[in-house]
């Protein structure tokens, strides 16, 4: 399919670990956003990706939290020495860069940190 | 600042009722504005949008009108399925900085046979 895929779909880490989320933007889509959503939450904006541009970082919690995208399409968002709190899905979104249109969502990794 | 309010949840409906769940948005300029819904441990999928003032967005019984008067996008189905329970989130994007969005904390929806 031409989705938006995220891999892997579930990750059970231990506390104090690095775990790394993997995102693949539909093709041709310039803008890549990560999401976080904790438990019956609403999304928390992580990060986002236009072309070439400098990411907006705005939305990362901690100095733990990191994210690159290379080449411009595959996204990996990084998360070092891991706490209970980062227990979450964490999604990502892509979309083309013409005003007005929507963001398409991949299916999450669900993160559980024991 | 932009942002987005939604109506808190839960709304529990019985199957073939009327059904609203409000959204108010505070932004610069004229945004485009976005329903999407989660179905249980799926992603978001886009359920409707409009682009400018008075443009009605619709999609699988559901509708939605840009006012830009009470800036409000409230969503609408005439007579809700059990197949609807889902949550359903309100989001903006900003004519100038197109590539921000701002969601609104969701609104589960429960629908009773």
């Known amino acids: 399919g031409a989705g938006v895929s995220q891999s892997p779909s579930n990750k059970v880490t231990e506390k104090g670990k690095d775990v790394e989320l993997r995102c693949d933007p539909i093709s041709g889509h310039t803008a890549l956003y990560w999401y976080r959503q904790s438990l019956g939450q609403g999304l928390e904006f992580l990060i986002y990706f236009q072309g070439n541009s400098a990411p907006d970082k705005s939305g990362l919690p901690s100095d733990r939290f990191s994210a690159e995208r290379t080449g411009g399409s595959v996204s990996t968002l990084t998360i070092q020495r891991t706490q209970q709190e980062d227990s979450a899905v964490y999604l990502c979104a892509s979309r083309t860069g013409t005003s007005g249109n929507e963001q398409y969502f991949g299916p999450g990794t669900r993160l559980t940190v024991t | 600042g932009d942002s987005v309010t939604q109506m808190e949840g839960p709304v529990t409906l019985s199957e073939e009722a009327f059904l609203t769940i409000n959204c108010t948005y505070t932004a610069t300029g004229y945004p485009s504005l976005f329903w999407y819904v989660q179905y249980p441990g799926e992603g978001l999928q886009l359920l409707l949008k409009a682009t400018k003032a008075d443009d009605k967005g619709s999609n699988k019984g559901f509708e939605a009108t840009y006012r830009k008067e009470t800036t409000s996008f409230h969503l609408e189905k005439g007579s809700v399925q059990v197949s609807d329970s889902a949550v359903y989130f309100c989001?903006?994007?900003?004519?100038?900085?197109?590539?921000?969005?701002?969601f609104g904390s969701g609104t589960k929806l429960n629908v009773k046979p």
């Open positions: 989001a903006l994007s900003l004519l100038y900085n197109f590539n921000k969005f701002y």
